[in-house]
């Protein structure tokens, strides 16, 4: 079974960065494309970056420019670097596969103050 083990987030200041973390397991993450996905309170989960198992990616445009999603085949772990952060950027943060997200993780909470 697919297991998503999210980490990284916390409470930083609007303009700072933060690294989040994805171990998988029960999922190849070098041959799927992968996702990190966020849910703000109130709204919908949505998928704000991409990577395809050729090394392409694609990000929400709310993110463009300021997050990079990145992949460790030999640990199999998805990342994704944030930076420029806004306090819109609070929200938890999963990763699964993209577009069809096959499990979740409990995610990892990003808190960015204005």
């Known amino acids: 079974q697919v297991q998503l083990v999210e980490s990284g987030g916390g409470l930083v200041q609007a303009g700072g960065s933060l690294r989040l973390s994805c171990a998988a397991s029960g999922i190849d993450v070098s041959i799927t494309t992968m996702g990190w996905y966020r849910q703000a309170p109130g709204k919908q989960r949505e998928l704000v970056a991409a990577?395809?198992?050729?090394?392409?990616?694609n990000y929400a445009d709310s993110v463009k420019g300021r997050f990079i999603i990145a992949r460790d085949n030999a640990r199999n772990t998805v990342y994704l670097q944030m930076n420029s952060l806004k306090s819109e950027d609070t929200a938890v943060y999963f990763c699964s596969s993209a577009p069809i997200p096959r499990s979740w993780g409990q995610g990892t909470q990003v808190t960015v103050s204005s």
């Open positions: 990577l395809t198992s050729g090394g392409s990616t």
